[in-house]
């Protein structure tokens, strides 16, 4: 059996991370967690220090990606066989972990918890960014990629190890894009996600727009350029 450890990155979640550790603590707790405070300027820190949650505190915050490579480095330290991306606005859930994990057991590198497999993409301008980073992954390297922005994923050993030691990584679809030209077998589970249980996403409508041209060029210009 896998031994997994369920990464979450917190920032500013004060308000859903109870929620969110206390169901995988109480019916989940063949896995082990642990919560990434990035920086937070709110009470998310307190909140898991009277809980005793398992935390890493991270001094100043470093972003997405710099929680994802605490993350990282820690499940590498600690010798698990892979880890989950968790997200602590209670989005994500846990009850599709075993289906994932199963997948992962067929030989793939990266399991991505997918909305998208059996379910069709609504057309919508929120789904516009997605559709085009899905084209461009698919051009860059042949393989489709149904929910390229999903954040529930699961990454094996070789995975770990690889984003434990450089640092040139993040959770990112252009990551994903950039694995699988080197090798890297990626799968898609359908899952279900939640809206989340309190605060509202840093992704305003200009931070979207953003976000989109930043993955598209990347994937498809920068990505063939790029070194570990």
Do not use: W
């Not at 995975?159 to 030209?181: H, V, W």
Request: proline fraction near 3%; charge should be neutral; include cysteine.
């Amino acid at each position: 059996m896998n031994r997994l450890l369920i990464v979450i990155p917190a920032y500013n979640e004060e308000e859903s991370i109870e929620e969110v550790v206390n169901n995988i603590k109480e019916n989940y707790s063949q896995f082990d967690y642990v919560i990434v405070n990035d920086g937070s300027k709110d009470s998310t820190y307190s909140v898991c220090e009277k809980n005793k949650y398992n935390i890493i505190d991270l001094p100043i915050n470093l972003g997405l990606a710099g929680g994802f490579q605490a993350g990282a480095k820690y499940a590498y330290l600690k010798g698990y066989d892979c880890f989950i991306q968790f997200d602590a606005d209670g989005q994500h859930l846990p009850e599709y972990i075993d289906k994932m994990l199963k997948k992962l057991d067929e030989g793939y590198d990266i399991v991505i918890g997918s909305r998208f497999v059996d379910e069709k993409k609504p057309i919508s301008a929120r789904m516009l960014g997605s559709r085009l980073i899905s084209t461009a992954i698919k051009l860059t390297t042949g393989v489709k990629i149904n929910d390229p922005t999903s954040g529930m994923r699961l990454y094996s050993r070789k995975c770990i190890k690889e984003f434990a030691q450089e640092i040139n990584y993040g959770p990112e679809p252009d990551t994903i894009s950039y694995l699988i030209k080197n090798g890297a077998k990626v799968a898609e589970v359908q899952v279900e996600m939640k809206e989340r249980v309190a605060g509202t996403s840093y992704l305003n409508f200009a931070r979207s727009i953003s976000y989109m041209f930043r993955m598209l060029m990347s994937i498809l210009f920068v990505q063939n350029f790029r070194k570990r």
